[in-house]
C-alpha cells in the first residue's frame, strides 16, 4: 500500500473483488505502460546502505571487535551483495563467505531446502566456521528478509538458535543500547507477534518500554508502526518464524538490518565480557527462562480441510482444563475477540484490528500454547512456550532439558505427539 508494506483488509478485499470481475483472459491487460517503471541501482543501494548503518548502536564496540570471524552465507540468494556490504559499512572487517552458497540460484544446488531455520540448510556454514573458528555463523533466506543465527557455546559446538531467541536478542538489545544511550523519550515501541515468545515483554515491562501483540505475519507489523507515526517511535519488531525489522523506513522483515545488528550484539557484549550464549542466558537470568516449540500437523486435500475445521471446534467446544499438569487459567478466542479467565470466569473483550481463526490458552505456570490454521499451507500450527528457572548461566542445560521434557509433556496432552 501507500507506506510499502503488505496490504491489509479494506484493500485485500477490494483488490479481490476487482479480480473476480475478470469474466475472460481477454479482458486482461497484457501491454502494460513502460513508462511507469523506474529501474534502480547502486545509487538506491548505497541511501539503504546509509540508512542501514544509522541504526547503528555500538560503533565503539564494533571498532574494537571489527576482527569478529564472522560467517555468512546467502543460501544462493539475493542476500550476497547488500548483506555483506552493509557488515563492511558498519565497520566488520572479517566476513568468511560459503563460496558455494554466493552463487544465486533458484535450484538451490548445495541444500535440500534453502530454509535457514532448518538445520540441514546451515551446515556448508557450520563446516566453515569450525575449519575457521568462527565467533558466529548468520545466513538470509533467498529473499534476504528472514535471518538464521547459529552461535557457538562454551564446548566450541556450534547450536542454531530459534526465531523467538533471534527476536528477543535483538530486541533486548535494541532497548537496553537506547537506555544506555539515553535516547528514552518515552514514546518508544516495540513490536511482537501474538505467536512470539512472553519473554520479550517481560523484558519490555521491567524496562518501561510499551509492547504491541499483533497476528502472525508482518504486515500487522506493518499496521502498528502506520498507526503510531508521528506519535511514537519504532525501535524494532518480530516474529518467532526468524523474521525481524530494526528500522521504519523499510516496512517488511529485512535481513540485511537484522544481520548487521546481530554481528553487532555480539561486539557489544563482548566488551561487556560475555560471548553470545552468554548474552543470551543474561536475558533467561534477568527476565525470566523459556523454551519454545512448533508441531504443524499437515490434512492435505477436501477432507483435510474439514479435519482442521473440526479440529478448532473441538478446542473451542472443550477447551483443556489442565496442560502437562498445571490448570489453564486463561483462554484467548481470536474468532470473537473474548479472553475468558477460567477462574473467575471473567470475559473481556481484546483489543484487536479485526478478528482472527487463533486460540491460545495459557496456564498456572507460564505455559502458552497457541492454534492456527495456516493461511498458506495444508496444515494446523501449534506454538508451545513453557517457562522454566534460570538462576546462573550454569543452570542452562538442566533447563533446556527440563523444558524439552515439559513440551513432550504439552504436546502429549493436547494430542499431538
Known amino acids: 500500500w501507500s507506506d510499502g508494506a503488505q496490504i ?7 483488490i479481490i473483488d476487482n479480480v473476480n470481475k475478470i469474466k475472460s483472459v481477454s479482458e486482461i491487460k497484457f501491454e502494460g505502460d513502460k513508462s511507469k517503471i523506474v529501474i534502480i541501482g547502486d545509487e538506491m543501494d548505497q541511501k539503504f546502505l546509509t540508512a ?34 552493509s557488515l563492511r559499512n558498519y565497520g566488520f572487517t572479517n566476513i568468511i563467505n560459503v563460496p558455494e552458497q554466493d552463487v544465486p540460484s533458484g535450484d538451490f544446488p548445495t541444500v535440500e531446502s534453502p ?9 556448508m ?20 528478509d528472514r535471518i538464521g543465527c547459529v552461535l557457538r ?9 530459534n526465531g523467538n531467541q533471534i527476536v528477543m536478542i535483538l530486541l533486548n538489545y535494541i532497548m537496553t543500547r537506547n537506555k544506555e544511550l539515553g535516547r528514552i523519550t518515552g514514546k518508544e515501541y516495540i513490536v511482537k507477534t501474538i505467536v512470539t515468545t512472553e519473554t520479550i515483554k517481560s523484558i519490555a515491562d521491567q524496562n518501561g518500554f510499551k509492547m504491541y501483540d499483533c497476528y502472525t505475519g508482518f504486515k500487522w507489523i506493518a499496521a502498528v508502526i502506520r498507526d503510531n507515526e508521528g506519535v511514537g517511535r519504532y525501535l524494532g519488531g518480530g516474529e518467532e518464524s526468524y523474521g525481524f525489522l530494526a528500522e521504519d523506513f523499510c516496512r517488511d522483515k529485512d535481513a540485511v538490518s537484522a544481520i548487521s545488528l546481530m554481528a553487532e550484539a555480539l561486539a557489544w557484549a563482548k ?16 527476565y525470566g527462562y523459556s523454551r519454545e516449540a512448533g508441531v504443524s500437523l499437515v490434512r492435505k486435500g477436501k477432507s483435510g480441510a474439514e479435519e482442521i475445521i473440526a479440529i478448532m471446534k473441538e478446542f473451542r467446544a472443550n477447551p483443556p482444563k489442565q496442560i502437562a499438569g498445571s490448570d ?24 484487536m484490528p479485526t478478528t482472527s481463526n487463533v486460540l491460545q490458552y495459557f496456564t498456572e505456570d507460564g505455559t502458552k500454547i497457541s492454534i492456527r490454521p495456516s493461511g498458506t499451507e495444508p496444515k494446523i500450527k501449534f506454538y508451545v512456550e513453557v517457562k522454566g528457572s534460570m538462576k546462573t548461566n550454569a543452570d542452562y542445560a538442566d533447563a533446556n532439558n527440563k ?7 504439552v504436546k502429549k496432552d493436547l494430542g499431538i505427539d
Not at 115 to 120: D, K, L, T, W
Not at 132 to 137: F, S
Not at 153 to 161: F, P, Q, R, T
Open 8 to 14: 491489509i483488509a479494506p484493500h485485500d478485499v477490494n
Open 52 to 85: 542501514i548503518k544509522g541504526l547503528q548502536l555500538s560503533p565503539e564496540a564494533v571498532a574494537q571487535y571489527h576482527d569478529l570471524k564472522l560467517v555468512y552465507t546467502p543460501i544462493h540468494g539475493t542476500g550476497v551483495k547488500l548483506i555483506p556490504a
Open 115 to 123: 530454509n535457514p531455520e532448518v538445520p540441514s540448510a546451515m551446515a
Open 125 to 144: 556454514a557450520i563446516a566453515k566456521a569450525k575449519e575457521v573458528e568462527a565467533d558466529l555463523i548468520l545466513a538470509s533466506d533467498p529473499d534476504a
Open 153 to 161: 557455546d562454551d564446548n566450541g559446538e556450534y547450536v542454531l538458535i
Open 271 to 286: 566488551t561487556k565480557g560475555m560471548n553470545f550464549l552468554q548474552m543470551l542466558q543474561d536475558i533467561y537470568i534477568k
Open 328 to 351: 489453564v487459567v486463561i483462554v484467548k478466542d481470536y474468532a470473537d475477540l473474548n479472553m475468558k479467565n477460567l477462574k473467575t470466569g471473567e470475559v473481556t473483550k481484546m483489543d
Open 403 to 409: 523444558a524439552d521434557a515439559k513440551i513432550e509433556a
